[in-house]
Nanobody, 123 residues
Framework: QVQLVESGGGLVQAGDSLRLSCAVSGRTASTYNMGWFRQAPGKEREFVGHISRGGSTTYYADSVKGRFTISRDNSKNTLYLQMNSLKPEDTAVYYC????????????????WGQGTQVTVSS
């Protein structure tokens, strides 16, 4: 069984940066393709981006492209989300997710999910 635990959320101002982490336990992180989703109050869960097992391939939603960067350190079993130039509309609970099938990660139907971390961006 895989456990995912996000951290690094908080309250920041528009234009600030924040880095989220997702610690993987139970299995080796390199087994899984991983991704980030977010959900704002009253809205559906939204795809942010994903990264391949080895970290060579990333894909982002248009809403975050050029501002957010996904990376991973498999030696530390950790996934990251670097968020720059944050906007109030980035306010949401951010979730990391993992699956051996990257298509499922992209669709939001992955096998494993973290509990989420809150990011609030004030204007």
């Amino acid at each position: 069984q895989v456990q995912l635990v996000e951290s690094g959320g908080g309250l920041v101002q528009a234009g600030d940066s924040l880095r989220l982490s997702c610690a993987v336990s139970g299995r080796t992180a390199s087994t899984y393709n991983m991704g980030w989703f977010r959900q704002a109050p009253g809205k559906e869960r939204e795809f942010v981006g994903h990264i391949s097992r080895g970290g060579s391939t990333t894909y982002y939603a248009d809403s975050v492209k050029g501002r957010f960067t996904i990376s991973r350190d498999n030696s530390k079993n950790t996934l990251y989300l670097q968020m720059n130039s944050l906007k109030p509309e980035d306010t949401a609970v951010y979730y990391c997710t993992a699956d051996t099938n990257i298509l499922l990660v992209g669709r939001g139907t992955s096998a494993y999910w973290g509990q989420g971390t809150q990011v609030t961006v004030s204007s």
